[in-house]
């Protein structure tokens, strides 16, 4: 799941919204007008408490310090270090913090329990939001989570950080390249899908060589075991389009479509147990740069060799997850 791209199959490559009772002032006693209390700061592991008593039985949310960046916009990929937390037995069934790096999800669309949706999108980049979500906007619709110990009629705590949100449409702070070191053209703006054009009879190399900087972003340079939050277009040597970010994803039984969006699944190694990928070479390469990679052969569902390149927009960088299962992701 942390390797990069579906061409056929897997490439290796290495809901603004305060509900009805939902209120940000600090009335209401010891515990706030949400009944609940949180301790720590913004990106340090929360303690939560609540009040005696049965939970609101609408959304709550509650701003417990605004950030000052953007706003959420629906249709974003939403970056967050959050905590999850049972009304009914305060148990908490999954946290980011202790893995040690935050979680991506799709925002706004449908890609998470309701609730997610309609308390975080509106919130400003670099704020901790508290928000108390009933069944019904929570896993109630999907009649609980067995494993992580959620009834289909529990209300759940969520403190969320909100650390960064990218698009397809985000702009690239990056300095164009004026002769990138390869016989592809590479073309587009930098807040859109690049187009690429191969010259005729061109062969794909015996071995992926040196990711090629397009255009060099003006961010910090990015570390080795890092995940980033990124956009990629893949082609095939015939200059054929193969798979694409910006292109969105069809309803399946279990989710609905999606539109084109980031992914935070570009892994740069070495991963948590040594393992290597064809993204390793984007280590030193400045957050913010649009690059060049060309991929390992890989086979399709038919057995057929499959040789490809990818464009990608390196959008963030961070530390890569320590392997954990959590019980519970808002997206699940």
């Known amino acids: 799941m942390r390797k990069l791209l579906s061409l056929v199959a897997v490439l290796a490559l290495g809901s603004s919204l305060a509900a009805c009772g939902s209120d940000d002032s600090k009335a209401g006693g010891d515990f ?4 609940i209390k949180v301790t720590e700061e913004f990106g340090k592991k929360p303690t939560v408490t609540h009040r005696d008593g ?3 039985k609408s959304l709550v949310t ?3 310090k605004e950030g000052d960046g953007p706003v959420v916009k629906k249709g974003e990929l939403l970056t967050a270090n959050y905590l999850g937390q049972i009304w009914r037995d305060n148990k908490v069934f999954d946290n980011s913090y202790d893995r040690g790096a935050p979680s991506s999800f799709p925002i706004g669309v449908g890609g998470v329990i309701s ?3 309609e308390g975080l999108v509106g919130k400003k980049i670099g704020s901790r939001v508290l928000m108390s979500i009933p069944a019904d906007k929570g896993y109630g619709p999907s009649g609980g989570n067995e494993k992580a110990g959620i009834t289909k009629d529990d209300t759940l705590i969520f403190v969320v950080d909100l650390v960064s949100a990218a698009a397809n449409d985000t702009k690239l702070d990056a300095d164009p390249v004026a002769a990138p070191a390869t016989p592809f053209k590479v073309t587009g703006e930098l807040n859109a899908e690049p187009k690429v054009t191969v010259p005729a009879g061109t062969k794909p190399p015996a071995k992926p060589g040196k990711p090629v900087v397009i255009a060099t972003g003006k961010g910090k340079p990015v570390e080795k075991a890092s995940q980033l939050v990124g956009r990629y277009v893949v082609y095939d040597y015939t200059g054929k389009k ?3 970010t910006w292109d969105g994803t069809p309803a399946s039984a279990s989710a609905p479509a999606q539109p084109g969006a980031p992914t935070d699944q570009l892994q740069v190694g070495p991963g948590p147990n040594g393992q290597t990928g064809a993204l390793d070479g984007l280590a030193g390469i400045p957050i ?3 690059v060049l990679v060309e991929l390992p052969a890989s086979k399709d569902d ?3 060799t499959v040789n490809a390149f990818a464009v990608i927009d390196i959008l963030n960088a961070f530390p890569a997850p ?3 299962t959590p019980e519970a992701t808002p997206s699940n």
């Open 62 to 64: 509650e701003v417990l």
């Open 322 to 324: 320590k392997p954990a």
């Open 32 to 35: 706030g007008k949400s009944g």
């Open 54 to 56: 049965d939970p609101d």
């Open 115 to 117: 609730g997610w949706d």
């Open 302 to 304: 038919k057995g057929k």
């Open 288 to 290: 913010g740069s649009r």
């Open 242 to 244: 193969q798979a694409s």
